[in-house]
């Protein structure tokens, strides 16, 4: 499994062009073969989109005000006779409002 969606990165740290107050932080579970059915656990993070028993891929929203934040997501996915954790983790950078917009801290 894997954070996906950062496209504008440049190198470490990893981050977008212009701050926000929130990011949609999109997870996909990779590189499975067959049918699963997944257990998707956000771990308090709201859910956009996906994250269904039916979905490989789960998007939350997240904040990062004053403080960088690790989003983690997990999912059980299953198979007859076949179970497999995953978990992965992506790391928002802080942003702080300064001068009437959100500037990284």
Known sequence: MSP???RC???PPCRSQR???SYAVRFKVLNGTGTYS???NTHGWPVTSGCTSTSGEC???AQSI???TAVTVSVTISQPGYSANLSATA???AVCFFDYE???C
């Open 102 to 104: 959100w500037v990284w």
């Open 4 to 6: 996906l969606g950062n």
């Open 19 to 21: 701050p926000q107050e």
């Open 91 to 93: 790391r928002l950078l």
């Open 38 to 40: 997944y257990a998707w």
């Open 66 to 68: 004053h403080d960088d």
């Open 59 to 61: 998007n939350v929203r």
């Open 9 to 11: 990165c440049g190198g």
